[in-house]
């Protein structure tokens, strides 16, 4: 287990434990493109579409781990505002350009907790016209509502508030390589 050597203080908030090492990520990000590659076709016109700002790593390294033609968009939602615990008031604060009719689109999490915000999102993406709409989130907290269930999972994840590799503290801790506790 790789120690906590750098940046294990922010904001007031101490990291406790590596729950991901680096290594684990990056296995595991391959994985998920190995399967991505497996199930799309290079016809199907894919759209991956990360909610940022949580994703933005995980998306940088999971489309190079995709062997197929694909386009790339964002969405920004805020539900945490600079909590813990979710608020459950889902805003989105850019949507795209990018149409997603007759494309397949991969929705792109870092970590799905209760599921609020995938509930109120997948609707509008939906009406949208996309011809499939799958989700593809790094981190699941068991917890998780049922109603919307993730197509691919990189990691169950304990019930602890996590950072790093994109997830944040109130904006601290995005930019270290593993996921660690709180
Ligand atoms: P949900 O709407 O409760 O499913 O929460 C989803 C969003 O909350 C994620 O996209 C994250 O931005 C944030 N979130 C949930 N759990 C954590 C956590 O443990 N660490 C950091 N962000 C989290
Ligand atoms: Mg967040």
Not at 4 to 14: A, C, F, R
Not at 78 to 84: E, L
Not at 142 to 148: I, K
Not at 169 to 182: C, T, V
Request: with cysteine; proline share 5%; hydrophobic share 40%.
């Amino acid at each position: 287990m790789p120690e906590l050597t750098e940046n294990t203080q922010l904001g007031g908030q101490s990291l406790h434990r590596i729950v991901f090492p680096e290594e684990d990520v990056q296995r595991r990000v391959r994985e998920l493109g190995e399967e991505i590659t497996r199930t799309y076709q290079a016809s199907d016109r894919l759209l991956l579409l990360g909610l940022l700002k949580g994703s933005f790593i995980f998306m940088a390294d999971l489309v190079r781990a995709v062997h197929l033609p694909l386009h790339v968009d964002f969405l920004v939602a805020s539900s945490y505002g600079s909590g813990t615990v979710s608020s459950g008031d889902v805003r989105l604060l850019y949507d795209p350009e990018a149409s997603l009719k007759g494309r397949a689109v991969v929705l792109v999490e870092d970590i799905v907790d209760t599921g609020t915000t995938l509930d109120r999102l997948l609707p509008r993406l939906e009406a949208r016209g996309p011809t499939s709409l799958e989700i593809c989130t790094l981190l699941h907290k068991r917890a998780s509502s049922p109603t919307q269930v993730p197509r691919w999972v990189g990691f169950e994840a304990p019930d602890e508030f996590l950072v790093g590799y994109g997830l944040d503290y109130a904006e601290d801790f995005r930019h270290l390589p593993y996921i660690a506790s709180l």
